[in-house]
Structures are given as C-alpha cells and as structure tokens.
C-alpha cells in the first residue's frame, strides 16, 4: 500500500510515455451552498497522480466525491481550492484528447449505432467517409458488426455500453473518464464488459480514472486504486495493484490468490469509511 501523498508510478502502468496524458490532482477542495444557505464540503484536499497510460480506479461510500472529482477533471466544473493539472497544464474548460463513458449511456434515441460513434470524428472535422470506415472498425472492435443501422432502442444494455465504448474510444483519446459505466448491468455482462474493456484499452492505452462502487471491478482492471473516505471526500489510501497485465478474463482474475489478497487490503481500509457513511445515512452517529 501506497501513503496518501505517494505519487510513484506502478509497476503495472503502461509504457505510452505521453507526458499530456499525466493527470495531477492537487489539494483539491469542492465547497457547495446548500438550499438552506450553509456551506457543504464535499471534496477535502484531494491529491493523487494518473500517469500516462496508467488505469486508476477510484472508490468508497456513496457520497464522497469521487463523481464530483471527475467533474474538476474534465473540466465540466471548478475547484474552490487545488488544482488539477493534464500534461502540466491546468484545466480551465473541457480539455481537448479527453472522452467520457457514464453510468448512463448518452446514446443518441434518434441516431443509428453508427451514427452514433461517428460523431465524434465528425466534430473533429475528420471526412465523413473517413469518419464512417472509423466508426465501422471500431464497432468490428466491440463485437458489433452487422449493428450498425439498428437504433439505440433496439439494443439490450450490454449492446449499448458496446455502443459507448465505441463512440468513446474512437478518438483513441488521450484521458477516458468513465463514472460507473457498467454499474447498471447484470453481474455475468459486467464480467463480460469488463474483459472487453481491459483489451479495448490495451490498443490504445489512454490514462483512465474509473469511478466503481464495485471493489473487485476495480481490482480487475485497474493498475492503481484509490481509496476515498466518507463525506467530505479524501484520500485514503493508494493501492497498486501489481497483478501482471494482459489479465485476460475478468470471471478468472478474481480466483488468483494474489487478486483475493489485494481485495482483502483494500477492503480492510475501505471497510470504515462505508460503515461511517451508512451510519451517517442511517441517522447514526459517524
């Protein structure tokens, strides 16, 4: 395990060198104003690295910013106090090279499956032919070949994350953020989408923050976890996860011994924070 304010890289992390993939978060603090009027915390001094090519899970209770930092990351909101830097360069806005994949898939209703993962290049400005033979490759990547005229109604849920993986990855960015994107699925296509994701970004190896309630998601697929505390959201600790990659199936990391071993660390240090946060909830004491 790894101290609060250790930013060393893990043994598992890639190899991609792209010093604008680096992600530095720095003291970051998040204050809201409640309905009432009072100020509300919700991230506390906030600090951890991703560096480039590097897969960063973050989890804890629900509550604790961990949704809250992803927003800072990408820019879709400020910070009340810290910093957080991509490539060295402090995000003020939506950064260029970055995508996002969420709990719930923002598939267009009234485009096709490849409309909708053409878009991306479109508004890039790549030809629309170009844009078009992109976005059949990658729907060959994720299993969808024969698809590509259906629209987003005519899927199941697996279908869809396939779809938005598909429309994420497509402009091989340089920093994916993705906030609980299989937390909807059921516990054999979670697997199943879980391994697809693990050799999608293999390919490409974009930085990635991956925000999971689920602590064997992260310990699967992540190089690094990071464990935040109840309300108002830290950090923790740092786990790196040092089982050796390509990990292949997901269903048989979580049978290795040394799998079970770092879950039950990580559990360990987490198992506070949810009981503290359940009990906050629950209108205990914390």
Request: glycine share 10%; proline share 6%.
């Amino acid at each position: 395990m790894a101290s609060r304010n250790d930013v060393a890289v893990s043994p598992g992390a890639g190899n991609v060198g792209r010093d604008s993939a680096r992600v530095e978060i720095s003291g970051l603090t998040k204050r809201f104003l409640t309905p009432a009027g009072e100020v509300f915390t919700a991230l506390e001094d906030v600090s951890f690295t991703v560096e480039p090519g590097q897969f960063c899970a973050v989890v804890g209770p629900t509550g604790c910013g961990k949704s809250t930092t992803l927003s800072m990351v990408s820019g879709l909101d400020r910070p009340s106090e810290g910093s957080v830097t991509v490539g060295g360069r402090e995000v003020d806005g939506v950064a260029d090279g970055v995508s996002f994949m969420f709990q719930t898939d923002a598939l267009l209703p009234w485009k096709t499956v490849l409309g909708n993962v053409l878009m991306g290049p479109v508004f890039r400005g790549v030809p629309k032919q170009q844009a078009q033979a992109s976005a059949r490759d990658w729907l060959r990547r994720v299993g969808l070949t024969g698809f590509e005229d259906r629209y987003p109604h005519q899927l199941s849920g697996g279908m869809r994350k396939r779809v938005a993986m598909a429309a994420a990855l497509i402009n091989e960015p340089k920093i994916l953020i993705m906030d609980e994107p299989f937390g909807a699925l059921d516990v054999q296509t979670k697997a199943i989408m879980s391994t697809e994701l693990l050799g999608l970004w293999e390919q490409i190896r974009p930085s990635v923050i991956f925000i999971t309630h689920d602590l064997d998601e992260a310990v699967a697929l992540a190089d690094r976890v990071v464990v935040m505390t109840s309300s108002p959201g830290s950090v923790k600790a740092v786990f790196d996860i040092d089982l050796p990659r390509p990990r292949g199936a997901v269903q048989e990391i979580r049978f290795q011994p040394r799998f079970i071993d770092l879950q039950h660390q990580i559990w360990e240090t987490l198992r506070e924070e949810v009981e503290r946060a359940y009990a906050r909830t629950a209108g205990g004491t914390a």
